[in-house]
């Protein structure tokens, strides 16, 4: 799910998770982009200018893997001919996950995201991502409810449930992503699965 949490942002392709849909307004993006057009050099958002005309917001599929998703309805070459034009990109929908209703901090993040692209930042680079950061900050794993379920999801779909130190044989449930650089009880880097927590 995510910006898209696969793209630039452990926001944005994390695994699909069960989720309601949700009878909630989508936001507005009129002060969005009044922000971005403040942050940005227009030559950097060449579709911002028409972009309220043609914009469509949504919640997505409760089923969909994206916490966000830009779509335009033209063709990427077109598009590229459009943005050296400096021309309206025509229809563009941008589509929100109804599981970030409730975790605004992260709706805002993934809105702004989405919102970038739709004005022409269509690359998931350095000068993408920092703006992001800077309009809407991410929220940390503490923060957001909608993370800390992805984080489980995640971690419930790996074949590792556990690890065990084989210097002091302490054993310990896995609450990580990542695998842990050294022992929580004696700090000896000898870690390794714990085959009576793994899949198999």
């Not at 926001?11 to 982009?33: A, N």
């Not at 917001?57 to 400096?86: A, C, H, I, Q, Y």
């Not at 940390?140 to 971690?155: D, F, G, H, M, N």
């Not at 896995?174 to 650089?181: G, L, N, V």
């Amino acid at each position: 799910m995510g910006g898209d949490p696969g793209r630039d942002n452990p926001t944005i392709r994390p695994v699909r998770v069960e989720v309601e849909g949700t009878e909630s307004p989508v936001p507005d993006f009129l002060p969005w982009l009044n922000r971005i057009k403040e942050a940005v050099d227009p030559s950097e958002t060449p579709f911002l200018v028409g972009l309220p005309r043609f914009l469509e917001v949504s919640w997505s599929d409760s089923k969909s893997e994206f916490l966000g998703l830009t779509r335009f309805e033209l063709n990427p070459n077109e598009l590229m001919r459009r943005r050296r034009m400096g021309a309206p990109s025509g229809p563009v929908k941008i589509e929100l996950n109804p599981i970030l209703v409730g975790d605004q901090t992260l709706l805002d993040h993934t809105f702004v995201h989405e919102l970038l692209h739709a004005a022409g930042l269509t690359e998931h680079d350095g000068r993408h991502a920092a703006l992001t950061a800077s309009l809407a900050p991410p929220p940390s794993l503490s923060e957001s409810p909608v993370l800390q379920r992805l984080r489980s999801a995640v971690i419930d779909g790996q074949d590792v449930q556990g690890w065990v130190c084989i210097n002091c044989n302490s054993k310990w449930k896995r609450s990580t992503i990542s695998r842990p650089k050294r022992c929580p009880h004696c700090a000896r880097s000898e870690v390794q699965p714990d085959n009576g927590l793994s899949r198999g």
